[in-house]
């Protein structure tokens, strides 16, 4: 972005401060700084005003049409119109996450970067040139605070009422000399929970975070730049937001996963614990709650950079820690017959250098080269405990006990660019393209299970030697190469400054892959996945007109994927594949309106069409039938159903408004804003059993306060989803239960919360 553009920014960001017209948000999706209404991708920005005023501090806070954030325990799922990647470890997330443009292939990796945030970027449809790696559906950019050349700080504290939740964040830059300023941030957030858990008489889940980054900016002439920092978080979770319900509605309750104080209601209470009178000794060591969770993310980034009078060339070097562990009671009852645990530790690295056009002419240009390494090891164990049905005091049923040990190493590189041409005044064409290799190697696969009985009392396992439960599995070096070329073609028009129409052609890609899911417990034998790809066309405009006070967005898409991954629970594991073919197309509607100085009116609203078009070999429900399509004990035809996450309506409405109030001193304003999000009905998991959706629902969010001297100080009472709306997800049967008990996450429910926040 040139020069002149920033100035032109910092003007318009004036205006916007006084209420004339509407912001304007400078956004690094394409790989260069430009405003978002000028770059012809389907981008939600958020910005760090709009995150604090809105007590946003997690990625399942933000209300987003057409984007689901599924979050459990340690872990978390993206989705962008209506395509995602399923929960084995083993897959690259079709929604990565990109902290300060760091990629990184799990979703529960967002909680490393979100605080002392700038902006957040939401990236909708395949981002194969500027992103690349595996940005199959999109993506999550997360920008940081980078140190400035003066001296500030800032602070914000608030404490949640509903889950009596405490969250404390700060940062301050501190200039060393004329060239070299240093930023140290940090956050403390305790969550005690919203679900109530009946046989422990606590709430749930409960969370403890302790985050802190410390960055180094050196700019010893206006041409160069360094730029390094360091990152930290530890997330520990206990507790669970599971429930049962439609207990024996559908077929008889099993006895043994239905515990004496489970309602089977789906009422915001769990009964998820261990029974005293089974499991004693394990309560004594380690407490009665079953379900506990641990993520800690640590590592840096250093960066370089030189502008010289055409163009900008950056390097950038990251090197990061990730180390998850999962105990989940997976039945959702306090006679815990089925308890798994799983560690998922990895390293990765990675370098990219690019270099960027800046001069504004009618030729543009971006090319660059990416690599990285990824080693990854993932270890589970656990079983399920036979209990006799009737009598919770008799263990003496064999069951079987699991361990799984597995190791992964991942390879990549690429290299990309594009040129853009103004062929004549205001019309412009791109073309684009990445070429990925990614060579995957399992250097070891081992799972291996017995028959044997569980003594809770002693807790004590007998194991039957040479027993099997299942056929086991030992793999050593299986190396698996993908290559692909992904090219990309642009056409954009702006007949006047402001008003932008496009049209886009890409093509994305998604390596392969081994099932490294903790528990193989896979009918159709899968022990691999093929790579997937998609085509995906869009159109739209972006029009800012009534000088700058209304705009008006509107894009029209529609992707074809191959071969999408899926990994589906069938009752006891999963089964891992390739769906041959599924679409995802629909329209995207955003505007906004500034009606008199102060008041911002937005709405947005998304149509969503996204189905399986080729999926005859889909693992049955647990429980289906042949009656209702289950065919051959483990296979239905989903072709033609809907994917899940995929609402086909969702959107917003909503206003914010700031006006001055006299007597309380200099530059006080009266700050507010209300916001609607609603969504329509959609499926929760992938074999759409008929006890798999979920309701369609509204939220209403608000917030009021007070801004003093400018803003440098607030108090803010801030509301999400008012009406106490209980909004269900992973709808599924239980573990082990047939298609007699049923399970589901209960989301955040109601918050009010008091902020405080001062900066100087």
């Not at 543009?364 to 080693?375: M, N, T």
């Given at each position: ?145 980078r140190p400035g050349d003066e001296l500030e700080g800032n602070i914000t504290a608030y404490h949640e009422f509903e889950a009596n939740e405490e969250n404390v964040e700060a940062g301050i830059t501190i ?44 700019k010893p002439t206006d041409r160069f730049h360094v730029y390094a920092k360091y990152d930290y978080t530890k997330l520990k979770v206990s507790g669970t937001n599971k429930e049962l319900w439609n207990c ?381 399509g289950c065919v051959g004990g483990n296979s239905q035809d989903l072709s033609g159903q809907v994917r899940q996450q995929a609402p086909k309506w969702s959107g917003t409405a909503g206003f914010e408004y ?103």
């Amino acid at each position: 972005m040139s020069g002149s553009a920033f100035a032109q920014a910092a003007d318009n960001q004036a205006a916007a401060d006084d209420g004339n017209v509407l912001q304007e948000i400078i956004v690094t999706a394409t790989k260069r700084a430009e405003p978002l209404q000028d770059i012809s991708i389907s981008v939600n920005a958020v910005s760090a005003a709009e995150l604090t005023n809105r007590v946003i501090v997690s990625p399942s806070d933000l209300r987003i049409p057409g984007v689901q954030f599924v979050t459990n325990s340690a872990r978390s799922n993206l989705s962008i119109r209506g395509v995602s990647s399923d929960g084995n470890p083993g897959f690259d997330q079709a929604v990565p996450v990109y902290i300060d443009g760091i990629y990184f292939g799990r979703g529960g990796t967002a909680r490393g970067g979100f605080f002392d945030v700038e902006r957040i970027e939401v990236l909708k449809g395949p981002q194969p040139t500027y992103l690349g790696k595996n940005a199959i559906a999109g993506a999550l950019s997360i920008v940081s605070k980078r140190p400035g050349d003066e001296l500030e700080g800032n602070i914000t504290a608030y404490h949640e009422f509903e889950a009596n939740e405490e969250n404390v964040e700060a940062g301050i830059t501190i200039p060393l000399s004329s060239t070299l300023s240093t930023r140290f941030s940090g956050r403390y957030r305790d969550v005690e929970g919203w679900v109530k858990n009946v046989a422990l008489n606590s709430d749930g889940p409960s969370s403890e975070q302790w985050q802190g980054r410390a960055s180094l900016l050196w700019k010893p002439t206006d041409r160069f730049h360094v730029y390094a920092k360091y990152d930290y978080t530890k997330l520990k979770v206990s507790g669970t937001n599971k429930e049962l319900w439609n207990c024996g509605v559908i077929a008889p309750a099993t006895p043994a996963v239905v515990g004496p104080n489970d309602d089977c209601t789906l009422d915001g209470r769990t009964a998820n614990a261990y029974a005293p009178e089974l499991f004693p000794v394990v309560i004594a060591a380690g407490g009665a709650d079953p379900a506990r969770g641990r993520f800690e993310l640590k590592g840096g980034v250093i960066e370089a950079g030189y502008d010289a009078d055409t163009f900008a060339v950056t390097a950038t070097g990251s090197y990061y820690e990730l180390d998850m562990y999962d105990r989940l009671n997976v039945d959702a009852s306090e006679r815990s017959f089925a308890v798994l645990s799983g560690f998922d530790n990895s390293e990765q690295k990675s370098i990219e250098v690019k270099a960027v056009s800046t001069t504004g002419d009618r030729l543009s240009w971006l090319f660059g080269g990416y690599a990285d390494a990824i080693d990854i090891e993932f270890s589970g164990g656990g079983g399920v405990y036979a209990i006799a049905p009737g009598d919770p005091r008799v263990v003496n049923l064999p069951g079987f006990m699991l361990t799984s040990a597995k190791s992964l190493e991942e390879r990549s590189w690429s290299i990309f660019g594009e040129v853009g041409y103004e062929i004549v005044d205001g019309l412009t064409l791109k073309l684009a393209g990445r070429y990925s290799n990614v060579e995957k190697t399992l250097v070891h696969h081992e799972l291996n299970s017995e028959l044997g009985i569980y003594d809770p009392v002693n807790n004590v396992t007998f194991t039957i030697p040479g027993s099997t439960v299942f056929p086991p599995i030992l793999i050593n070096n299986d190396q698996r190469t993908f290559k692909d070329f992904q090219p990309a073609v642009t056409l954009e028009y702006r007949p006047t400054p402001g008003m932008l129409f496009f049209a886009s052609y890409k093509e994305g890609f998604k390596a392969g892959g081994f099932d490294t899911d903790t528990f193989f417990l896979n009918s159709k034998g899968n022990t691999q996945f093929e790579d997937e790809t998609v085509k995906a066309w869009e159109a739209g405009a972006k029009i800012d007109f009534l000088n700058g006070r209304a705009r008006f967005n509107i894009t029209a898409f529609r992707a074809d994927y191959d071969d999408l991954q899926v990994n589906i629970f069938n009752g006891f594991g999963s089964e891992t594949g390739n769906a041959p073919g599924a679409r995802s197309q629909g329209i995207e509607l955003e505007t906004q309106f500034v009606p008199i100085r102060g008041l911002v009116l937005s709405g947005a609203l998304n149509y969503l069409d996204s189905k399986y078009t080729d999926f005859p070999n889909a693992t049955c429900y647990p429980g289906q039938t042949p009656a209702t399509g289950c065919v051959g004990g483990n296979s239905q035809d989903l072709s033609g159903q809907v994917r899940q996450q995929a609402p086909k309506w969702s959107g917003t409405a909503g206003f914010e408004y700031k006006v001055p109030v006299d007597g309380l001193g200099d530059d006080t304003q009266l700050t507010g804003g209300m916001n609607v999000f609603f969504t329509s009905r959609y499926a929760t998991q992938s074999t759409l059993g008929a006890e798999a959706y979920a309701k369609s629902y509204q939220t209403l969010d608000g917030h009021i306060g007070l801004d003093f001297d400018g803003g440098r100080y607030g108090v803010q009472l801030v509301g999400r989803n008012l009406t106490d709306k209980k909004v269900y997800d992973t709808l599924q049967p239980t573990a082990a239960s047939g298609n007699s008990t049923f399970s589901a996450e209960l989301r955040r429910t109601r918050q009010i919360a008091l902020q405080l926040s001062a900066k100087f």
